[in-house]
C-alpha cells in the first residue's frame, strides 16, 4: 500500500509506516520520545554534522521537532530504533529546494556500528517504492567523511561542493552534495538479489 493508498487522515494520525530492518525499526517520532531524543541530540559532534539541530538541544527543541513532522506538507521523520525501541538517532526526508533531500543522525555511542547504513537503505526504499520519487539528494559536511561514506554505499553519487547553513555553527559550511536516482537504486537492488542467490 503506498500513502497515496491510505486513507486521508494527517499522517500523525497514523499514516507514517512502520520500517523494519534486520537490525532496526524506523517509526514516526511521538512526544514520549522527547526526552531521549534529546538526550541523544545534545552533543555538538551532532549538530555541527547538521543543517537544523542547534546546540545545545534541549527538551522542549525535541518536542517541536516532534510537533512539525508528519504532518501534511512537512519533512517525513523517523526515529531509528532497535527492536527493543532504544532510540538511536532519526531520519527523514524533507523538500530542499524542492527536491526530495534526506537527513540522518545518530547518537555519538551508536556510531560505526552499520546503524545509520541501515537505516538509510531503509528510508531510500520508502522514499522510491511508496513515496515514488524519481530521484533523492542529501549532503554530508566535508569534514565528515563517515556520513560521505554511508551514502556512498547507500549508492548516491557525488555531485559537487556547496554551502549549507548549519544552524549550530550560525554560518555556513561547505558540504558534499549527493544525487541518487531510481534506475541507480533500482539496478542495485537487483544486483543485491543476484548476489544473494549466489
Known amino acids: 500500500m503506498t500513502l497515496l493508498e491510505m486513507e486521508t487522515r494527517t499522517l500523525r494520525e497514523g499514516c507514517i509506516p512502520v520500517l523494519e530492518t534486520k537490525r532496526l525499526i524506523l517509526r514516526a517520532p511521538q512526544l514520549g520520545d522527547a526526552?531521549?531524543?534529546?538526550?541523544?541530540?545534545?552533543?555538538?559532534?551532532?549538530?555541527?554534522?547538521?543543517?537544523?539541530?542547534?546546540?545545545?538541544?534541549?527538551?522542549?527543541?525535541?518536542?517541536?521537532?516532534?510537533?512539525?513532522?508528519?504532518?501534511?506538507?512537512?519533512?517525513?521523520?523517523?526515529?531509528?530504533?532497535?527492536?527493543?525501541?532504544?532510540?538511536?538517532?532519526?531520519?527523514?526526508?524533507?523538500?530542499?529546494?524542492?527536491?526530495?533531500?534526506?537527513?540522518?543522525?545518530?547518537?555519538v555511542e551508536h556510531w560505526g556500528k552499520g546503524y545509520a547504513t541501515e537505516a538509510v537503505r531503509a528510508l531510500i526504499d520508502f522514499a522510491f517504492t511508496e513515496l515514488a520519487h524519481e530521484t533523492l539528494h542529501a549532503g554530508a559536511r566535508v569534514t565528515n567523511p563517515a556520513s560521505r561514506r554511508i551514502l556512498e554505499k547507500c549508492g548516491f553519487q557525488w555531485m559537487g561542493v556547496g554551502l549549507c547553513r548549519i544552524r549550530a555553527l550560525n554560518s555556513s559550511a561547505p558540504i558534499d552534495r549527493f544525487r541518487l536516482d531510481r534506475g541507480l537504486w533500482t539496478a542495485l537492488r537487483s544486483w543485491d538479489e543476484v548476489k544473494r542467490v549466489a
Open 35 to 107: 526526552k531521549a531524543v534529546a538526550a541523544l541530540a545534545n552533543d555538538k559532534r551532532i549538530a555541527e554534522n547538521t543543517r537544523r539541530i542547534p546546540h545545545p538541544y534541549t527538551h522542549a527543541d525535541a518536542e517541536d521537532f516532534i510537533g512539525a513532522v508528519n504532518v501534511p506538507g512537512a519533512e517525513i521523520a523517523f526515529l531509528i530504533t532497535r527492536h527493543d525501541d532504544t532510540v538511536l538517532g532519526a531520519c527523514g526526508i524533507a523538500l530542499q529546494d524542492s527536491a526530495p533531500d534526506i537527513g540522518y543522525w545518530l547518537g
